[in-house]
């Protein structure tokens, strides 16, 4: 069965400073996508990036980028030079065939970022 | 260009009544999917729609459904209310034909706040 574990519910970071927010998941399929979602307060869901299951480079999207080790099924959002504006929910999901290729989310991570 | 649009923001109903909650995708988005976001209980998927038919469904009762307009709109039902249907429900839409969706990321509406009391 397709899962998303998400083992931090809150992280704290320094203004400024680089975080990882880990991410690991269960499948059988071998084509697969893997997401990263914003949530602030306000609750619109933010896609940040993506990353394919047959992708060998690491996605990157400005700040963001997704650290994809798929021999240990993990995807972990990296987000450099945090902003304040960075404090959020941050959601790993997953698409495969098996399941219909419904977007099937992890827990999420409240991200808090310091001053 | 115009993101997802759902209406309304905020909703409140009583227990037993019925709710209807609308959402439009994104121009040439072509499928919409529902999620509930129940306090304490993450995302759920609730369904997905794509050119007019229903393509997946959640782990939901059969007091939630909804359709797909030719527009490509979409509207959620919710049939006698219960206490802990309470929650944000999000609308989202993509592009990609859903035989061929793994790599399609879903963009995603404000939501609607359904308060059930």
């Known amino acids: 069965a397709q899962k998303i574990t998400q083992t931090q519910p809150g992280m704290f970071v320094q203004e400024k400073e680089a975080v990882t927010l880990d991410c690991t998941y269960d499948t059988s399929d071998q084509s697969y996508g893997l997401f990263w979602y914003k949530q602030p307060s306000s609750g619109e869901m933010i896609f940040l990036i993506y990353?394919?299951?047959?992708?060998?480079q690491n996605a990157t999207e400005g700040r963001y980028s997704l650290n994809f080790q798929k021999a240990r099924k993990s995807a972990n959002l990296v987000i450099s030079a945090s902003q304040l504006g960075d404090s959020a929910m941050y959601f790993c999901?997953?698409?495969?065939?098996?399941?219909?290729?419904?977007?099937?989310f992890g827990a999420g991570t409240i991200l808090r970022v310091k001053s | 260009e115009a993101g997802v649009t759902q209406s309304p923001t905020h909703l409140i109903k009583t227990r037993g009544q019925q709710a209807t909650l609308r959402c439009s995708p994104i121009?040439?988005?072509?499928?919409v999917y529902w999620y509930q976001q129940a306090l304490g209980l993450g995302l759920q998927f609730l369904l997905w729609y794509d050119e007019g038919e229903e393509r997946n469904r959640g782990n939901f009762p059969p007091r939630f459904s909804g359709r797909q307009f030719p527009n490509y709109s979409s509207e959620l039902n919710v049939n006698a209310l219960e206490l802990e249907d309470s929650a944000l429900y999000l609308c989202?839409?993509?592009?990609?034909?859903?035989?061929?969706?793994?790599?399609?990321?879903?963009?995603f509406g404000n939501g609607t706040r359904l308060t059930v009391t």
């Open positions: 989202a839409s993509s592009m990609t034909p859903y035989y061929s969706s793994y790599n399609s990321p879903l963009h």
């Open positions: 999901a997953m698409r495969g065939v098996e399941y219909g290729n419904k977007l099937v």
């Open positions: 121009s040439g988005h072509t499928s």
């Open positions: 990353q394919g299951s047959y992708d060998e």
